[in-house]
């Protein structure tokens, strides 16, 4: 199994970035996923996951109407359309696959999700 995240860069305040998670040895359809994102000194937190199955998607409150996340299933890849970035946006965002249909009060907790892909730099800066 493998998760190969891509699309990251530096961007203005403002812009949009659109991260990409390609998927390897797992097929989305029955895997709930999940993007989440790690700055120096921090923890890593949950900004938006979304249950296998459909039903159900999660954001955080700071990803709340600015980001969407979505599948490409022709491609079997996640995406995470990011829009209206902020100077805090800025993190190392990593993509994750749970084999669990996780309830919507679990899809935040990382520790739920099986395997993750490498990261990508995502940096809002004028």
């Known amino acids: 199994v493998q998760l190969q995240a891509s699309g990251g860069g530096l961007v203005q305040p403002g812009g949009s970035l659109r991260l990409s998670c390609a998927a390897s040895g797992l097929n989305l359809d029955y895997y709930s996923i999940g993007w989440f994102r790690q700055s120096p000194g921090k923890e890593r937190e949950s900004v938006a996951s979304r249950r296998w199955g459909g039903g159900s998607t999660y954001y955080s409150q700071s990803a709340r109407g600015r980001f969407t996340i979505s599948v490409d299933r022709a491609k079997n890849t996640v995406l995470l359309q990011m829009n209206n970035l902020k100077p805090e946006d800025t993190a190392v965002y990593y993509c994750?696959?749970?084999?669990?249909?996780?309830?919507?009060?679990?899809?935040?907790?990382?520790?739920?999700?099986?395997?993750w892909g490498q990261g990508t730099q995502v940096t809002v800066s004028s």
């Open positions: 994750a696959a749970s084999s669990l249909r996780l309830p919507f009060g679990l899809m935040a907790d990382r520790s739920r999700y099986d395997y």
